[in-house]
């Protein structure tokens, strides 16, 4: 089964009375189980696909699915309740809450699958990526490391079908962008989730059996003009 499924895929924005070309994918897949590592530049357009795969935003043509659900058919509040209940995001600036502890951050990520709270799961996960011995403590006692770990573990507990992650470990040293990414697959494999991970980091994607440059599956590259 394909996890994700991109044919015809365009994206392009309005700038200065003509359209700027930011994603154009002609044909691109992930299977199911699979862990794929898109690297490139800055600007590339990576994080744009990444909210289209998720969701976040519609592109401007082309046909998007993920795990067989086409989401280019679904309106705003369809596609809030599926990557609620499939897909599990972990971002480069963690967006935890500040206030909650990590195992209520953890415990809060349920209520997007609309999960009833489940302290001894949420337990486990922060266990399986090594904060066993964090769990009361806040975002701001925490380093920087250990948050994105929370961020993972919050990710996970929804049980989704697909975990992306945009740029995880922008903001770690590179001994620990190695345990959060090790972490980070370890626990995928575990809970059976597909994972495509982007990045710019050697370090990062030499950790990853499938590497794809995204200047290979994006022409609107080739043609200068990709900048999200």
Not at 191 to 212: M, Y
């Amino acid at each position: 089964m394909k996890i994700i499924e991109v044919s015809d895929l365009l994206m392009t924005y309005p700038l200065d009375g003509h359209a700027l070309t930011v994603l154009d994918i002609p044909a691109w897949s992930v299977d199911e189980g699979e862990q794929v590592a898109l690297f490139g530049p800055s600007g590339c357009g990576k994080s744009t696909l990444l909210h289209i795969i998720a969701g976040l935003q519609t592109p401007t043509a082309g046909t998007v699915r993920v795990c067989g659900q086409q989401l280019t058919t679904m309106g705003e509040a369809a596609r809030d309740r599926f990557r609620g209940r499939r897909i599990g995001y972990v971002f480069q600036n963690f967006n935890l809450l500040q206030g909650y502890t990590a195992l209520d951050n953890v415990l809060v990520g349920m209520t997007f699958s609309h999960q009833r709270p489940d302290r001894g799961a949420a337990e486990a996960l922060l266990a399986e990526v090594g904060l066993s011995d964090r769990l009361r403590h806040y975002p701001a006692q925490m380093s920087i490391g250990e948050q994105q770990r929370v961020a993972i573990a919050r990710a996970l507990v929804k049980k989704p079908a697909l975990i992306l992650a945009d740029e995880p470990t922008g903001s770690l040293d590179p001994r620990r962008s190695g345990d959060v990414v090790a972490s980070l697959q370890a626990a995928c494999r575990k809970h059976g989730c597909s994972l495509l991970l982007v990045s710019h980091e050697p370090e990062v994607i030499a950790a990853f059996q499938r590497r794809i440059a995204f200047m290979d599956l994006n022409r609107a590259m080739a043609a200068g003009e990709a900048l999200a």
